[in-house]
């Protein structure tokens, strides 16, 4: 299967609307790139992106979604949020991971979830060998200074996940 058939079969059962999609995918790219590019730099995700991203939704949602379905959208960030505390709490993640994590929440469908969980691993994977094969190379001389190349098994997730958000969204326009 090439990879136009894969993100045709991936996008093709898809909740999310794509109109919808595409809009939240054009609002939430340039947050999406600041977290990443914060995390890899201070192995920070700012309340700023996360309050700004969750803002984003707010704002836009009911234009682009019944209500009904907009207050539905809207009860996943504190579940989200719940969990994100339980998960940093067992040392799993980061705090600015969960509020990260809380603040997609909206963005996304339940009856994604199975496509969100493939999407999830295989950014996770290629975040993360791309991530440490920078480290040990050249390009890590491009940004000497990030926090990221320094933090041990420690791995810049805003990474990963805003690429995940990104991905789910691009596939929903699809």
Partial sequence: MDLGALIAALSRGMAIPDIAALVLLLLAAPVCAWVAYTDLRAMRIRNVAVYTLFGLFVVAGPFLMPLSDYGWQ????????????????????????AKFVAAAGPYLWAADLQVL???????LLAAFVTHRAAKHSGL?????????????????????????????LALGAA
């Fill in 74 to 97: 809207l009860t996943h960030m504190p579940i989200l949020l719940a969990a994100g505390i339980v998960v940093n709490a067992a040392g799993l993640a980061g705090a600015g991971d």
């Fill in 140 to 168: 890590r001389r491009l940004a000497p200074d990030w926090a990221s190349w320094s933090a041990g098994w420690k791995f810049p997730m805003g990474l990963s996940l805003s690429g995940t958000l990104l991905i789910y």
């Fill in 117 to 123: 969980i493939v999407i999830f691993m295989a950014n």
